[in-house]
Structure formats: structure tokens, C-alpha cells
């Protein structure tokens, strides 16, 4: 069993992976295996005893193996190829399907921010932001595309600076940094975390993601009394994490005066592998702007057009380029 977990994190380590998808039907006793690469499910090839790695895998993450019908999770560590990879498996049930979803927690290179990106103005924007001594950063774009990527390496450039995260999981585990994890179980949620954190005199909070009312809440707080704070949201562009924003129950004149900046990205692998983010950036004067008149400004540049301008200079292939611009 463990040859074959490893050779599909081998796989997955290739592709930059970070979620592989295990579905067993447990009737015929069958397994697929399934990644998500380029925004496109591939399906790994079937071998027998897929179905004995299921169950493997519940053991190796200390879950119920003869409890499978409940929900549950567990994380495990695994060495291959000399790389010390952390994971966390997810079980949950349906009729006769079971779904599980393994994650590498840690499948995140430590970059530079010029090696984000080709925007130039991009670069400068991400590097200005541990500039700021308060004020809150939403960085936004659909599930991987690159976020949590983007915002270690923001913090990573950040010098002499008291640096604590709060996340759900830790997906990158940094010496550098104060990191605390969410344990509902424990009474540490979002909003209890950010409280404790707060005794610490930070200069900079790191917010995993903004998903309920209280994260969202907390994180304005935070940024009205004086600090800086970063985050993540899921939204479609930065107008969209704005309005996100409004529906978690932040008020408009809080987001003005604490809404420092948003981007938006998309995240593609060149042909050379390598792997490029596209950024739509919504600067403090554009968010005020849009939050007076509903709209962005006539300058502004949204994804769109810089999805086009990446692939007119041939940074990003044309066919997925194109592809997200009609969605």
C-alpha cells in the first residue's frame, strides 16, 4: 500500500497537485482516482488494490476504519524522493459512495513575489502591502488558484516584523511566523483565535480565509484598531469579494475605512512548467471608488483584459487564457 500511495503523490507532486479525489463504491469495492490538473479532473489509472488503499489511508490518518459511514479527518506525515510531506485525509459517505479527498498540506514552493507573476505592476502592488502599518488585504480568486501561495510570499518578504497567522489547516508551515490553527472541538474558532493573537502585539495578521460572519468581523476590528491584516475570500473578482464582504455583515463605511486592497487571480502553467499567476488589482482609491458608485472605475483594469494582455505576450497558454475569460 505504501508504494502505491507514493507513487501517486509522486504524480501529484509533478502536476503541483495539492487535493487528490479517492471515490470507493462500496458494493463493487472499486476505487477512482482522480486530480485536478489545470482546472481540468484527470483520472489516474485503476489498479486492484485501490480499494485496500482506501481503507489504508483512513488507518495511516488514525480515523474509525470500521466506523466509515461518519464523517471524519485525520492528518498523517510521509517521506518520499528526500521531501517531508504533511497530509490531511477527509472521509465522507454517501448511499453506497465513499469520498475521501487527500491534501498536501505543505506542496508549496517558497517563492519570490517576481516569481509570481510578469505583471510588473502586480509586483510592485504585492510588494507594497507589508509597507502599510494597518489596514486590511483580501486576496481573492476561486479555489486554486494560487491565493494561499501569494500570501505566503507576501509575508515571507516582510523584514523585523512580528508576524501571527490563524488558519484552518495550517497548509505551510513557516519557522518564521507564529502560526495557530482552528480547533472548533478546542473553542478556538476564528474570533477567539484573533482575540488571544491580539495580546501579542502583531504587526502583521494573517487571516486564513474569510468564509463566515465572525472571520470576517474580526478581521475589520482588527484592521480599525491599528493593525494589518491579510486574508483570502472566494470570489469571482475583486467587485465581487467586496460584495462578499457587505453580506458577511460588514458595513459599508467600515470597509472604506479599513479596505486598503484586493486582488483577483488566476493561476496557469506555462509551457515551460512553470507556473504563472494573473492578478486584477483594485487599489485603496478604486475601492473607494467602487464603494461609492457601485462600479470600478473607467482605468480600471480588470481580469479580463489582463488575462488577454498575458496571453497577447505569450506568458500564458491561449486555450486556458480564453477559456476563463468566457467564464
Avoid at 105 to 124: G, R, Y
Avoid at 212 to 234: N, Y
Avoid at 279 to 303: A, C, P, Q, W
Wanted: aromatic share 6%; hydrophobic share 35%; glycine share 6%.
Amino acid at each position: 500500500m505504501e508504494e502505491r500511495l507514493k507513487e501517486i503523490l509522486l504524480a501529484a507532486l509533478k502536476y503541483h497537485v495539492t487535493d487528490i479525489h479517492f471515490s470507493l463504491d462500496t458494493v463493487q469495492q472499486k476505487v477512482t482516482v482522480e486530480m485536478r490538473i489545470n482546472d481540468t479532473i484527470r483520472r489516474l489509472k485503476q489498479k486492484q488494490d485501490d480499494a485496500a488503499l482506501f481503507r489504508y489511508l483512513m488507518y495511516r490518518a488514525n480515523m474509525d476504519v470500521s466506523n466509515a459511514f461518519l464523517p471524519q479527518t485525520g492528518r498523517f506525515d510521509i517521506t518520499i524522493a528526500k521531501m517531508h510531506l504533511s497530509l490531511r485525509f477527509a472521509v465522507v459517505n454517501s448511499y453506497h459512495i465513499a469520498s475521501g479527498v487527500l491534501r498536501i498540506l505543505n506542496n508549496h514552493p517558497f517563492l519570490t513575489i517576481e516569481e509570481l507573476t510578469e505583471q510588473k505592476d502586480a509586483v510592485t502592488w504585492l510588494k507594497s502591502i507589508t509597507l502599510h502599518k494597518s489596514g486590511l488585504f483580501l486576496l481573492s480568486g476561486p479555489t486554486s488558484s494560487g491565493k494561499t501561495t501569494s500570501l505566503y510570499t507576501i509575508l515571507n518578504q516582510a523584514e523585523n516584523k512580528k508576524i501571527f497567522t490563524l488558519e484552518d489547516p495550517i497548509e505551510i508551515q513557516n519557522d518564521h511566523m507564529i502560526q495557530l490553527q482552528i480547533n472548533e472541538s478546542q473553542h478556538l474558532s476564528y474570533g477567539e483565535g484573533i482575540k488571544q493573537l491580539m495580546r501579542h502585539d502583531p504587526d502583521i495578521l494573517m487571516i486564513g480565509e474569510i468564509r463566515d460572519e465572525e472571520a470576517a468581523q474580526m478581521a475589520v476590528r482588527c484592521a480599525l484598531t491599528g493593525h494589518l491584516v491579510l486574508s483570502s475570500i472566494h470570489s469571482a473578482d475583486c467587485a465581487s469579494a467586496i460584495v462578499r464582504m457587505r453580506d458577511l455583515g460588514v458595513k459599508e463605511y467600515e470597509l472604506k475605512d479599513t479596505l486598503y486592497g484586493i486582488s483577483n487571480q488566476r493561476l496557469y502553467e506555462a509551457e515551460d512548467g512553470k507556473r504563472i499567476g494573473v492578478y486584477e488589482i483594485m487599489d485603496h482609491k478604486e475601492v473607494g471608488y467602487y464603494l461609492e458608485h457601485r462600479r470600478t472605475s473607467s482605468g480600471f483594469r480588470n481580469l479580463r483584459s489582463r488575462i488577454q494582455e498575458s496571453i497577447d505576450q505569450g506568458t500564458i497558454p491561449r486555450e486556458l487564457g480564453e477559456e476563463d475569460m468566457l467564464n
